[in-house]
């Protein structure tokens, strides 16, 4: 039910995002309402577009400085891994007293780029399957 709400939620929403012009306005059921400006629309939107994949989901301000232990959560990696890209620079940190504190816009930039080449590389395979007749339904290897 969670799902098909974020789902229905996300359609309405990027139809919105098309038109542009359109509003986004809230209405309670006791008649009370309010206007969204796009900003919030927009994280109203990818909010429910993950949910409704059933992925989980957590709000952070840009600026918000994360533990090594909050950001391998949001990573999905243990955290021993996490320091261990710190130390080879792959994702910055900086150190407040003697922890590593990591700014939340550079967890989701590094997390969108993790994605993206894991996408691409998936692609190279998918592409590379079909070209040796690897997805051939007459079962011949």
Do not use: C, W
Request: net charge negative; charged share 30%; proline share 1%.
């Amino acid at each position: 039910m969670e799902r098909t709400a974020a789902a229905r939620l996300a359609n309405m929403l990027v139809s919105r995002s098309t038109k542009q012009a359109e509003s986004i306005q809230i209405v309670l059921v006791n008649g009370e309402s309010v206007e969204l400006p796009s900003v919030l629309a927009d994280v109203m939107f990818r909010a429910a577009r993950l949910v409704a994949e059933g992925r989980q989901v957590t709000v952070l301000a840009d600026e918000e400085l994360l533990s090594t232990q909050d950001a391998a959560e949001i990573l999905g990696v243990s955290r021993q891994y996490l320091v261990r890209l710190i130390d080879r620079g792959e994702i910055s940190a900086e150190k407040v007293g003697t922890h590593r504190r990591l700014h939340a816009n550079d967890v989701e930039a590094f997390k969108t780029a993790r994605d993206a080449k894991r996408l691409a590389a998936l692609d190279r395979l998918t592409a590379i399957s079909e070209d040796l007749g690897g997805h051939d339904l007459d079962g011949k290897p």
